[in-house]
């Protein structure tokens, strides 16, 4: 029993009070009790009292009682019963109660405890502590219903007393008199009553009977009573919390507290939010595993948080969690309550998850069903940070895992995540070891679609959070920094330094954490070394210099790496100490103490003297000198360096150019050199002499300076050539800075001749020494990379006279490279001097012995290149083929072995050239120069206008092809390999890395009207070819290199394009506008003016633009290009179906077609092939019914092909050949497995007709299977039954998974239906069967690794089979028996036989079981069961057979 204690006395103003309150009350009230009559009463209430024990007190005194409580009723009881005058007598002692408790001071005496009565030397009887008088008298049940009528009664009359002195408020205590009764008399009146009560006392009074109702009520009364504070909590917001806690503490029966709980989630908008955690912990509470989903779904669509916080309190509440300040937190009292508010309602879902499992399940699935972006809420990322918080794995992973789905989606986005920290970060701080845990996990994701969003979790934490939240987050990324895997190490740099701009102060706390990763620099690249630096330096060398502590430090490690004689340590030293020079001489901000803004005089000293110190370290070796130009010159091209700084450094530069690398040419260049000096490829006007660069002279020096070792004379300074590009870009860039952008002083660089000697001398590099051609080749890679550097510089030049300049010296390039590539044909194993001076040169090295030196030539796609014509502009290292197998067939058998012997790729060699810029692409902006515009003497007819020749388009494209690759394709971050083999592919695209996929998807967008004019001219050139060959594409008037490079060009174009289209950051919401911008170039090109288009109009005439192309592909491969393009542009509008149609009838288009090469001969080889399985795969991924097109090519094509002569093709099908089947057969055998998966399983609830179409469906499905598994009989090649095999299982493996059920459904329904399938079905299994007795013959373990997992699945499917049949009621049908080994041509395999049946082999054909009710004999041969009248299907494995034979009808 839950009894109250003794509570103190009144205070005897407040008493006064009360008397004339209550007396007046009862007077107003019931004035026909009043008279005389009491004494008598009184002393029948007083006299039975005394008798039985208790003495009644006046005044503050407790009553107090000699006995014990029950003795105390029991003897009531006897004396009411006993009394002659029963039962009136109940009703004088009752009149005598109410009389008595008319004194609110004796009435108050009544409802508190009795006190034990000591008599004189007893110690006191009964226990210590006894109930109150009135409490003992409801335990009496004949006057039980009166006494709780007159509690009920007298209770108005204090309802708005307040509490007393002592905190006793009557109306609870009364309340409490009728909590936990042993027996209640009439449990239903008193429920009316109470309820009655509730519907007119003060809200106080109310909350207290209402949160009381469970204890003072019986069960029977439960449900009724639940239904009435339903409908109450309907009307009355203010009693939620009171009637939740009754409701959730009475026994209700399902479908009421459904019921229930659905009223309570309607009122929840209109909940108060301090009342929020109690509403939701209630729904919670009461949910079964059946309705869990369900609930949770609405919770989940009801909770508004986001209108939980009013946009004032917002920032307040921020300043309140950062200050942590008693005069902040007093200032937002509103921010405050609703974040702990939430606070409460997050905890009640926490609890609720952790103890029930099926609840933590449903907020998954809630929040995975959501599939809309806006309909994502705060409450969903709050809900999943509780998820991984609580301890059961399940629920970790499970949040991990749905947030990291949702996340690639894009469905929740860092908008959300920023309103949560913004509106909620005191609520987020409690889960923060969550938020840290789940930015780790995504940030070490190898997939690049959420790595960002790990990088918002830890930015967001570190603004938001307080101190140790922030180390904490500094420590996380500098752990990512130091793992050295490519991905996690670039975005957790990101980071840092994002948040080293954001919140200088606060990180140079942390600055002694950051300054750790100086230690782990041997995993980081340039890029990354770079960026390390530069954070570095902000914090100790920046304006504000917060981070000043680590200065020494920094010093110390760049001095220590600059003296260091290991290549790769000085080159950091270098990257490190130019950074250095960025922060301290940074353009400084105008201080109110120095107006100009000017270097402080220190500042100015240390930056020179940490500039001399880099020079001086690195004169020794070329590469670090060549390093050290070139991070100056990226420092000078993005940093915002002091005008004192720059100036220094152009004055030195300009200087020190001319003096090494620039002569004045005379009338003779002397000096011992091994071939004659000749200058070249001038192109200034006039007969005077001017300046050239004198490549071949400093060239032979240095070679010799080697041959001495003079590297220990350090009288001279030593010139070396692979100074001169980086020198250069040093100096054009200082010069751009310096005088905005134009480059007078140094354009005679541009057309000025170089010094070289004459190239014939290539024609016969058979008599030339080893040391003679490896000299030819590194003065060629010298010159090469001194013209690219040139046309960095010069390509943005807006006159026509530097731009034809430009053009020519990109000519230039494009011959030299033919020369060099029969230059190295000649010189195996030669390795060129280094171009890329950030990255291992060791790692390039390896790259170029790894290079197929004495190959035909190859570029990156594999295509063969021709010598050089007599035209630059028609021959160039460029040229692509589609075919590599292939020669000229007009071209005599010396010119065959020639070109083969000369053909040696420049892809291997790519590393060893300067880098060109993303400006250099501006040069595509000149027209295209066809033949039609030369005149016989090859020159163009038109001076004035700049034009492209189709060998330089090549040759820009394919560069910007492989730039776009490198930074808009987002490889996945993977894990470093134990062992570095290859090169790093990042070499030679330092410069590209500086600048952000964005940018360069920006710069693609403005190059498309360019890209789209090639496009077409490409397009009109192959239409005017065919129109004049009369739509031949071998025709008399076709030249064959010309043909060959406007196919480069072409199929280049639409590569370029597909790979901008491609780029991941178009689905991101920010590209949004830059993708429309993209497709609206297309669309203009067909419809014009499309600005005011949807995106979904610029996808479908983009599309239409791009279709037209088709009729124009010179080759397979370009064609393949194209597909892909258009299924790319297709998936960016919101309808990818609306062009499956056109695109797979495009592909069949082209898989229809005959592809000839410009010399007449047959597209073959390698690279074909795997064009036509892609284009294959396109098509029929496409195509609207898979297993129609597969049994069309199978049953029409391939039939062709098997009655053609041996080198004919298929007549409906010309790409399919023999030489091509394998290609057909693999992606028809991998389209037909993944069609059937796609079939949806069978279910019992599905009716006859859609049995019927699954039924349908799988039958052509395994009538396509058959078709292909019985070609092995024809196409017996090893490739060829190793796909069957492998695709076989796997076949078999869905129809167990997927056809199965669907069988034992519809066998009775559809008897004959499933009989044939299974008949058809058999055929194909029994093949494969064959095809693993032919596999164990040969023993070739390429067939063999297949066998057993398909003969697993093979006996898997006898037993399945025999199940369906056991469902069916059709076991008797089914029997085992054993299968013989055959091979492919259906022969029985002997060898096992022979060795003895007596032997056991599990493999084969022992297993022997037998049915009970067979119909058939178990010794009855194959040939003779399947003669047996009854219709039936054999099913085998490797040793079983069933047949099915249906006799149940």
Known sequence: MMRKKRRPCLDKGEEAATTTKAKKSRSNGRQTKEPAPAETNESVFSVFLREAGVTLKQGGTSNEIAVDQVVFQKRIQKQLQKSPRYPGIVQEFTTGLESHIEDPELFRNCLLPCVPRLSDGDSCCGSSFQESLLRMLLGIEMLQTFIINTLLEKLPEFMFDGTGDGGLSIPHTIINQLKWLDRVVDSKELAVKLMELVSVAAVEVQRDIITSLPEILEDSQHNDIARELNSLLQENTQLTVPILDALSSLNLSYSLLTEVRGAVMTTLAAVQLEDLPVVVKFILHSVSASDAY?????????????????????????????????????????????????????????????????????????????????????????????????????????????????????????????????????????????????????????????????????????????????????????????????????????????????????????????????????????????????????????????????????????????????????????????????????????????????????????????????????????????????????????????????????????????????????????????????????????????????????????????????????????????????FFRLLRLCEEKQNQGDLDEIDGLLGCPLILTDMDVLEKTESLSKAEREFLCTLLFHTINWLREVINAFCRQKETEMKMKVMTRLQNITYLQTLLERALAGTPGYVPPVANFDGECTDVVLLSAAAPVNKAKKDGTGKKRKAPGRNSSESSSQLEEPNEDKTQQEQPEKEKEKEIRQGVSLVSYRPFFRELDMEVFSVLQCGLLS????????????????????????????????????????????????????????????????????????????????LCSHLENCHNHFQTLLSENNGVVDGPATDVQEHQLMSSGYQLLLQVLNTTFSWSGFSQPGHRSL????????????????????????????????????????????????????????????????????????????????????????????KFNEAL???????????????????????????????????????????????????????????????????????????????????????????????????????????????????????????????????????????????????????????????????????????????????????????????????????????????????????????????????????????????????LPQDQSEDEAQETDSTKVNREDDVDQDDITDDSD
């Not at 009538?1263 to 024809?1274: A, C, Y």
């Not at 013959?1337 to 089979?1361: G, M, W």
Request: charged share 25%; net charge neutral; with cysteine.
């Open 931 to 1010: 033949r039609s515009l030369l005149d016989s003497e090859l020159h163009t007819k038109v001076q004035e206008e700049v034009l492209l020749g189709p060998a330089e388009l090549v040759f820009l494209l394919e560069d910007m092809l492989r730039k776009l690759e490198f930074s808009l394709t987002a490889a996945p971050a993977k894990r470093p390999p134990f062992f570095k083999g290859r090169a790093d592919k990042s070499v030679g695209f330092s410069h590209l890395q500086q600048k952000s996929s964005k940018d360069i998807a920006s710069y693609c967008v403005q190059l498309l009207p360019t």
């Open 294 to 726: 369900e609930v949770v779904c609405n919770l989940r669509k009801k909770l508004e948080l986001e209108q939980c916080v009013l946009p004032p309190v917002l920032q307040a509440s921020q300043s309140r969690m950062k200050s942590r300040g008693s005069a902040a937190s007093a200032s937002t009292p509103a921010a405050s309550s609703s974040q702990d508010s939430v606070a409460l309602m997050l905890d009640g879902i926490k609890s609720a998850v952790r103890f029930q499992k099926m609840i933590s399940e449903a907020w998954l699935k809630a929040i995975e069903s959501v599939d809309e972006e806006e309909d994502h809420k705060v409450i969903d990322l709050l809900v999943l940070f509780i998820l991984h918080s609580t301890n059961a794995n399940q629920s970790r992973r499970g949040a991990e895992r749905v947030l990291k789905v949702k996340v690639r989606a894009g469905l929740i986005q860092d908008t959300l995540l920023q309103r949560t920290f913004r509106d909620y970060a005191q609520v987020m701080r409690g889960y923060f070891p969550s938020i840290l845990a789940l930015a780790q996990s995504l940030l070490r994701s190898p997939d690049p679609c959420v790595v960002p969003f790990g990088g918002h979790m830890y930015r967001h934490s570190f603004i938001a959070f307080d101190s140790y939240c922030q180390q904490e987050v500094v420590g996380s990324l500098v752990t990512h920094v130091c793992s050295g895997v490519g991905g996690e190490v670039d975005m957790a740099l990101e980071l840092l330094c994002g948040l080293v701009t954001e919140k200088p102060s606060e990180m140079a706390l942390y600055a002694v954490f950051v300054k750790g990763i100086l230690d782990y620099m041997d995993n980081l690249t340039p890029q990354q070394i770079r960026r390390l630096f530069h954070l570095l330096s902000r914090l100790a060398f920046g304006q504000q210099q917060q981070g000043c502590h680590i200065q020494d430090d920094m010093h110390i490690v760049i001095r220590k790496q600059l003296s260091s004689t290991v290549p790769k340590y000085k080159r950091i030293g270098i990257i490190g100490a130019v950074m250095i020079v960025g922060s301290m001489g940074a353009i400084r901000p105008k201080v109110k103490e120095s107006q100009t803004g000017s270097l402080p005089q220190e500042t100015f000293r240390q930056v020179t003297a940490l500039l001399e110190l880099v020079k001086s370290s690195s004169e020794s070796s070329p590469e670090a000198a060549a390093l050290y130009y070139d991070e100056l010159a990226n420092l000078v091209l993005s940093s915002a360096l002091h005008p004192q700084v720059q100036q220094m450094i152009g004055n030195s530069v300009l200087n020190e150019f001319q003096e090494d690398f620039v002569v004045d040419l005379g009338p003779e260049i002397s000096g011992p050199f091994h071939f004659t000096p000749r200058v070249m490829y001038n192109l200034e006007d006039g007969e005077t002499p001017g300046i050239a660069i004198n490549l071949l002279p400093i060239l032979a020096r240095d070679m010799q300076n080697k041959g001495e070792h003079s590297q220990t004379k350090k009288a001279h300074k030593r010139v070396s050539l692979l100074c001169l590009s980086p």
């Open 1173 to 1415: 399985h892609t284009l294959l795969r396109i098509y029929l991924e496409h195509v609207d019914d898979v297993l129609k097109a597969v049994e069309e090519i199978a049953g029409e094509g391939i039939t062709e092909l098997l009655n053609a002569s041996k080198d004919e093709r298929s007549a409906s099908w010309p790409t399919l050949n023999r030489q091509t089947f394998l290609v057909f057969y693999k992606v028809l055998m991998s389209e037909l497995e993944k069609a059937i998966r796609k079939i949806p399983a069978g279910k019992v609830s599905d009716n006859s007709e859609a049995q019927r179409e699954k039924l349908l469906t799988w039958n052509l499905a395994v009538r396509d299977f058959h078709i292909l598994v019985n070609l092995v009989k024809v196409f017996d090649s090893r490739p060829v039954l190793i796909a069957c095999l492998k695709y076989g299982r796997l076949f078999l493996e869905s129809f167990l998974k997927l056809g199965m059920p669907l069988l034992d459904n519809s066998f009775k329904r559809h008897m004959e239906d499933v009989q044939s399938l299974l008949k058809t079905f058999q055929l194909s299994t029994r093949q494969l069967h064959h095809m693993c007795g032919h596999s164990k013959i040969h023993q070739d373990t390429s067939l063999t690794n297949h066998v057993p997992a398909l003969k697993k699945c093979l006996e898997q499917f006898v037993y399945r089979v025999k199940a369906m049949l056991t469902l069916n009621n059709c076991q008797e049908a089914f029997w085992i028996g054993n299968l013989k080994n055959r091979n492919l041509k259906g022969e029985e395999i002997l060898s096992q036989r022979s060795q003895g049946s007596d032997e056991e082999d599990d493999d084969d054909d022992d297993d022997e079981e037998e049915q009970q009710c067979s119909p």
């Open 1075 to 1166: 993708l429309k911008k993209a497709l609206g170039v297309l669309a203009e090109r067909l419809k014009g003016g499309g600005s005011e288009l949807t995106l979904e109009q610029l996808v479908k005439h983009s599309f239409e633009y791009l279709v037209n192309f088709g009729s124009t592909m010179p080759s397979l491969s370009t064609a393949l290009c194209l597909s892909q393009l258009l299924s790319t542009v297709s998936e960016k509008g919101g309808n990818p179906a609306a062009y499956r149609e056109q695109t797979a009838s495009l592909a069949k288009r082209f898989l229809s077609q005959d592809w000839v090469t410009a010399s007449g001969e047959k597209e073959r080889g390698n």
